[in-house]
């Protein structure tokens, strides 16, 4: 077995966000400041009033959402860099995370990442009227039967479909409203588990969202993407990419496709085992939250993960680097 470090930079979706994020990043860092203020400026709004305060309480929808995730992403992964040369030797993100993992890998221009994710936002919230569609929470252990009732239940007109495999005891199902609340009746009277109604504004991830996917195909042909840097596990695939092998049609699909979760940690653990012994391996959470800790440590047996989330924990895991 090689010998070299294995880090990991693990970067959260929706979901991560609250009030108050960043706020102490920014008075003790001044990259991270200064990244807030790019975002600001790329989309003409205070992105520090947003995270800070949100006196118009816009940081739960998703056009503001997913700006303010990927910029404090980013700007906690420029403190990283900056104060202790901390660099991954792999990237992934979780759904909207994949943005923030490709501007830290160096294949998407920040500003571009910013303005695609805003539309991106907004495009999936017009995919379908509010109301049509749904979203539920799978918790327990019966989680392969859960899949084939969902491939056994959808149908194009009543979608109900896995769409995120967070660990091996937690599924999202999204599709159609009546469809997933059938879903989560039937897996209430066979004893699967637990199945959790989310509070959402529209079916994520779902077939629901291919007008968002077109959508958002026709966007992309404006921005630029550069070769990877730092290796991506990608959401649609769990599949690892290098220098130009990534393409655009992998943020499309990711829209109206299943996130992978459990398949990119167990991919990731592949191949850091087979890079790396276990005593230098890092998985890091950069950037809102602790959302992806808690999932690594449901996924992976006798891994453990350190966060971002705050002040305190940035301090820490500067200072376990020794800077």
Known sequence: MASQKSLLFMFPGQGSQSVGMGKELAANFEEFRLTLEEASDALGYSMERLCFEDPEQQLSLTEFTQPSILAVSVGTARV??????????????????????????GALDFHDALRAVRFRGQ????AVPVGVGGMAAYIGAQAARVV?????????????????????????????????????????AEKLGRAIPLAVSAPFHSSL????AEEMERYLEG?????????LFANVDASLYTADTYKKPMLVRQIASAVLWTQILDAAKA??????????RTWLEVGPGNVLQGLLR???????????ADFEAVKAALAATGA
Not at 123 to 126: D, G, L, N, T, V
Not at 153 to 161: C, D, G, I, L, T
Not at 299 to 307: R, V
């Open 209 to 212: 969202m291919k007008p968002a």
């Open 271 to 280: 191949h850091a085992d087979a890079t790396s012994e276990p005593s230098t």
């Open 123 to 126: 495009a999936m919230q017009r």
């Open 223 to 231: 921005v630029a993407l550069a070769p990877l840097r730092v290796p």
């Open 148 to 188: 084939d009732l969902c491939t056994q239940a959808s149908r194009p007109e009543s979608a109900v479909e896995v769409v995120n495999f967070n660990s091996r005891s937690q599924l999202v199902l999204s599709g159609h409203k009546g469809a997933v609340d059938t879903l989560c009746a039937l897996i209430g």
């Open 80 to 105: 990283l860099a900056k104060r202790a040369g901390l660099v991954p030797t792999s990237v992934a993100g979780h759904s909207l995370g994949e943005y923030s993992a490709l501007v830290v890998a």
């Open 298 to 308: 449901k996924t992976l047996e006798g891994e453990s993960s350190t966060g971002t």
